[in-house]
């Protein structure tokens, strides 16, 4: 990508350097999108190109087809909103039947959120998928509930978070994020577990467990019930984890959590992310990303910011 | 790249005023307002102003009507929540954005007898719909409503067209007394309790076939085959229609023979009808597939669910069909009647 292509002032000097590195994974820039937010890529096609963008995160694969959760699915909440979404998805052998030929043709890099319900699936998830190369990574979702423990989420235990970790690193050769579960009380212990399990990449947070009632109706709003909080509302927290996990552990992270505009990303930055992930705002602005990504380079240029990396964690005082 | 292509497209607000109980018309300009904008599709309005998020989400709604020579689109739009609250008191001048006309639309077919019915604020996409098939087509349209002042803004915009208007409201006020389902199975000439729980359209046809089959050679075991439950009424009719046959039989028998008939796999309404077109609460889209399914008369509805992102990423507005889910955003908001499971 040339920043030729990009919406920026060209006015101010050097043109910023915006690669990353996160361990094994290296992104030509540091704005992504994150899972379930972003369909395959293609859907958005018609409103900006995914191309320009450090790298995409698909939709969250189960080994088995998943039909999702009944509808309403969706619940607007005071700057945020819930999903229950249910992890619709056409299945492992599907998605590598069907999709995994047209991820290839993104020129950037593609990862691929992974879901189980067992350890089981997850291993199977990273054996499978192990032998393609296009995919960059596997994003490893342990916020789901599992089955084998009465639907208590795995990423609320640091002994699953760890096994699921280390399962999923022997047998995927590629980079390994894991991505944390804000529905805890200590986040660096989650965070912990996920290093000492091996994995290359953090990325924080998933959404925030929640529930919306209709007092007219005596109903819940969303047809399961209890839904994932994501939105500017969660801001805040998620950078809190951010933070609090950038200082502990010795991992790239990718944060996100109600980035909305080129501001909300540069404080995750800031806060110790090497990376963003634009979730939500995608849902109202399909080109939000790209101009997340604008916004960054101008502020580079605007405080003559020659290499972005030199804000990751760069908090003054 | 082109960037003009990734931001959602500004509009300016016109006209937005009330114009019936509850109901309220927005007009927008905006630029280019091309051959993609046609009936049944929908634009996705950002409520909130440029750069803010509350209300976070956009709000789907269909087209009411579009003028493409000025640039102009209508929606219409029922105060229902937060959302439409905040929007009804938006004045003309103030600047929206949109992304759209977004999903699928109606078929537009030509010289085709049409039936569309229409159910209280469901009945805003029908309009658009109508006037541009009214030129190459024969339209009646049902609209159906609690009150007459439900109806009244609609009676008035369909007025305008070459159509065949008939009401329903439940208290009798304008019109048919009664659910728009009732006109229209009154229109149809159907027996009112004759078309109950019913398969799917697939099933019934081959369900006809059989019968029709079964027909030729027994009559006799017809009612072994027909699953409808004609209640007690049954035997007689069914007499009646066995032993009818080229007969000129009085409007009642007519009925009875015309649904026979049918149950046997013959299409001979006594109003013909080609095409159906729906549109309104679920109760009654799934009464208006039975009957569609019943009579196999094909059809379109236009569907509605919650929305996230409006194209077709976030998986938030399925719904269930005989190819299992489909997005109302992207696959739809029209489905063939055929193939939804209501």
């Given at each position: 990508m040339s920043n030729d292509e990009l919406s920026i002032d060209h006015t101010a000097k050097n043109e910023p350097d915006l690669r990353v590195r996160l361990g094994p994974l290296q992104l030509k820039n540091p704005v992504l999108t994150a899972s379930g937010t972003f369909?395959?890529?293609?859907?958005?096609?018609?409103?900006?190109?995914?191309?320009?963008?450090?790298?995409?995160?698909?939709?969250?694969?189960?080994?088995?087809?998943?039909?999702?959760?009944?509808?309403?699915?969706?619940?607007?909440?005071?700057?945020?909103?819930?999903?229950?979404?249910?992890?619709?998805?056409?299945?492992?052998?599907?998605?590598?039947?069907?999709?995994?030929?047209?991820?290839?043709?993104?020129?950037?890099?593609?990862?691929?959120?992974?879901?189980?319900?067992?350890?089981?699936?997850?291993?199977?998830?990273?054996?499978?998928?192990?032998?393609?190369?296009?995919?960059?990574?596997?994003?490893?979702?342990?916020?789901?509930?599992?089955?084998?423990?009465?639907?208590?989420?795995?990423?609320?235990?640091?002994?699953?978070?760890?096994e699921i970790t280390r399962k999923v690193k022997a047998r995927y050769d590629g980079p390994v994020i894991v991505k944390l579960s804000p529905n805890v009380t200590d986040i660096v212990e989650m965070a912990q577990a996920a290093d000492e399990g091996g994995a290359d990449i953090l990325s924080l947070i998933n959404t925030l467990l929640g529930m919306a009632i209709n007092v007219q109706k005596r109903e819940t709003v969303l047809g399961n019930t209890m839904g994932g909080l994501s939105g500017p509302a969660v801001k805040p927290v998620a950078l809190r984890m951010v933070y609090e996990v950038a200082e502990a552990i010795d991992?790239?992270?990718?944060?996100?959590?109600?980035?909305?505009?080129?501001?909300?990303?540069?404080?995750?930055?800031?806060?110790?992310?090497?990376?963003?992930?634009?979730?939500?705002?995608?849902?109202?602005?399909?080109a939000a990303s790209v101009n997340i990504l604008e916004g960054i380079i101008n502020y580079c240029y605007e405080q003559e910011i020659d290499d972005i990396n030199s804000i990751i964690g760069a908090l003054k005082g | 790249m082109n960037i003009e292509k990734k931001k959602p497209k500004p509009a300016e607000i016109l006209e937005n005023k009330k114009v019936g109980t509850d109901y309220y018309l927005m007009k927008l300009k905006t630029d280019n307002i091309d051959e993609k904008w046609t009936p049944g599709r929908f634009v996705h309005l950002k409520i909130s102003t440029p750069q803010?998020?509350?209300?976070?989400?956009?709000?789907?709604?269909?087209?009411?009507?579009?003028?493409?020579?000025?640039?102009?689109?209508?929606?219409?739009?029922?105060?229902?929540?937060?959302?439409?609250?905040?929007?009804?008191?938006?004045?003309?001048?103030?600047?929206?954005?949109?992304?759209?006309?977004?999903?699928?639309?109606?078929?537009?077919?030509?010289?085709?007898?049409?039936?569309?019915?229409?159910?209280?604020?469901?009945?805003?996409?029908?309009?658009?719909?109508?006037?541009?098939?009214?030129?190459?087509?024969?339209?009646?349209?049902?609209?159906?409503?609690?009150?007459?002042t439900d109806v009244e803004f609609f009676k008035h915009r369909f007025g305008e067209l070459d159509i065949?208007?008939?009401?329903?409201?439940?208290?009798?006020?304008?019109?048919?007394?009664g659910t728009a389902v009732d006109l229209m199975k009154k229109h149809l000439g159907v027996n009112k309790d004759s078309i109950s729980k019913e398969p799917t359209s697939e099933q019934t046809i081959s369900k006809n076939l059989n019968n029709k089959r079964t027909n030729d050679k027994k009559p006799n075991n017809k009612r072994t085959n027909n699953k409808q439950p004609n209640k007690k009424e049954s035997n007689q009719k069914e007499k009646n229609n066995k032993e009818s046959g080229s007969k000129e039989p009085n409007r009642e028998e007519s009925i009875i023979q015309e649904k026979k008939v049918k149950d046997a796999g013959f299409i001979e309404q006594k109003k013909k009808l080609d095409f159906l077109y729906t549109c309104?609460?679920?109760?009654?889209?799934?009464?208006?597939?039975?009957?569609?399914?019943?009579?196999?008369i094909p059809g379109e509805v236009s569907l509605?669910?919650?929305?996230?992102?409006?194209?077709?990423?976030?998986?938030?507005?399925?719904?269930?069909?005989?190819?299992?889910?489909?997005?109302?955003?992207?696959?739809?908001p029209i489905f063939r009647l055929q193939e939804v499971i209501l």
């Amino acid at each position: 990508m040339s920043n030729d292509e990009l919406s920026i002032d060209h006015t101010a000097k050097n043109e910023p350097d915006l690669r990353v590195r996160l361990g094994p994974l290296q992104l030509k820039n540091p704005v992504l999108t994150a899972s379930g937010t972003f369909g395959y890529g293609d859907e958005v096609r018609d409103f900006m190109d995914p191309n320009v963008l450090g790298a995409i995160t698909v939709k969250g694969l189960t080994v088995e087809p998943t039909s999702g959760n009944k509808t309403p699915r969706i619940a607007e909440t005071p700057a945020g909103m819930l999903n229950s979404i249910g992890l619709e998805n056409p299945g492992l052998e599907k998605f590598i039947e069907e999709k995994i030929e047209l991820l290839g043709e993104f020129s950037t890099e593609v990862l691929v959120n992974i879901s189980g319900h067992s350890v089981e699936d997850f291993i199977i998830l990273a054996e499978r998928l192990a032998p393609f190369e296009e995919i960059a990574g596997l994003e490893v979702n342990v916020s789901c509930p599992n089955i084998d423990k009465g639907g208590m989420a795995f990423g609320t235990d640091p002994d699953l978070v760890y096994e699921i970790t280390r399962k999923v690193k022997a047998r995927y050769d590629g980079p390994v994020i894991v991505k944390l579960s804000p529905n805890v009380t200590d986040i660096v212990e989650m965070a912990q577990a996920a290093d000492e399990g091996g994995a290359d990449i953090l990325s924080l947070i998933n959404t925030l467990l929640g529930m919306a009632i209709n007092v007219q109706k005596r109903e819940t709003v969303l047809g399961n019930t209890m839904g994932g909080l994501s939105g500017p509302a969660v801001k805040p927290v998620a950078l809190r984890m951010v933070y609090e996990v950038a200082e502990a552990i010795d991992l790239p992270l990718i944060g996100m959590g109600g980035i909305m505009n080129s501001e909300d990303a540069l404080e995750f930055l800031l806060a110790g992310a090497s990376a963003v992930s634009v979730g939500t705002a995608n849902l109202i602005d399909p080109a939000a990303s790209v101009n997340i990504l604008e916004g960054i380079i101008n502020y580079c240029y605007e405080q003559e910011i020659d290499d972005i990396n030199s804000i990751i964690g760069a908090l003054k005082g | 790249m082109n960037i003009e292509k990734k931001k959602p497209k500004p509009a300016e607000i016109l006209e937005n005023k009330k114009v019936g109980t509850d109901y309220y018309l927005m007009k927008l300009k905006t630029d280019n307002i091309d051959e993609k904008w046609t009936p049944g599709r929908f634009v996705h309005l950002k409520i909130s102003t440029p750069q803010t998020y509350d209300p976070l989400l956009r709000r789907p709604f269909s087209l009411f009507d579009i003028d493409r020579k000025n640039n102009i689109l209508s929606l219409l739009y029922c105060v229902v929540g937060r959302g439409t609250k905040i929007m009804s008191r938006l004045v003309s001048g103030e600047k929206l954005d949109f992304l759209g006309p977004l999903g699928q639309g109606f078929s537009l077919p030509e010289g085709k007898t049409i039936l569309a019915v229409g159910g209280g604020m469901g009945t805003a996409p029908l309009f658009l719909l109508c006037r541009e098939l009214a030129f190459q087509n024969s339209i009646t349209l049902i609209l159906g409503g609690n009150l007459c002042t439900d109806v009244e803004f609609f009676k008035h915009r369909f007025g305008e067209l070459d159509i065949d208007i008939k009401i329903a409201t439940m208290d009798g006020s304008c019109g048919y007394k009664g659910t728009a389902v009732d006109l229209m199975k009154k229109h149809l000439g159907v027996n009112k309790d004759s078309i109950s729980k019913e398969p799917t359209s697939e099933q019934t046809i081959s369900k006809n076939l059989n019968n029709k089959r079964t027909n030729d050679k027994k009559p006799n075991n017809k009612r072994t085959n027909n699953k409808q439950p004609n209640k007690k009424e049954s035997n007689q009719k069914e007499k009646n229609n066995k032993e009818s046959g080229s007969k000129e039989p009085n409007r009642e028998e007519s009925i009875i023979q015309e649904k026979k008939v049918k149950d046997a796999g013959f299409i001979e309404q006594k109003k013909k009808l080609d095409f159906l077109y729906t549109c309104g609460p679920e109760i009654m889209l799934s009464a208006v597939k039975k009957i569609s399914d019943h009579f196999g008369i094909p059809g379109e509805v236009s569907l509605e669910e919650r929305m996230g992102c409006g194209i077709g990423i976030c998986l938030s507005c399925v719904c269930d069909t005989q190819n299992g889910n489909q997005r109302v955003c992207k696959e739809g908001p029209i489905f063939r009647l055929q193939e939804v499971i209501l």
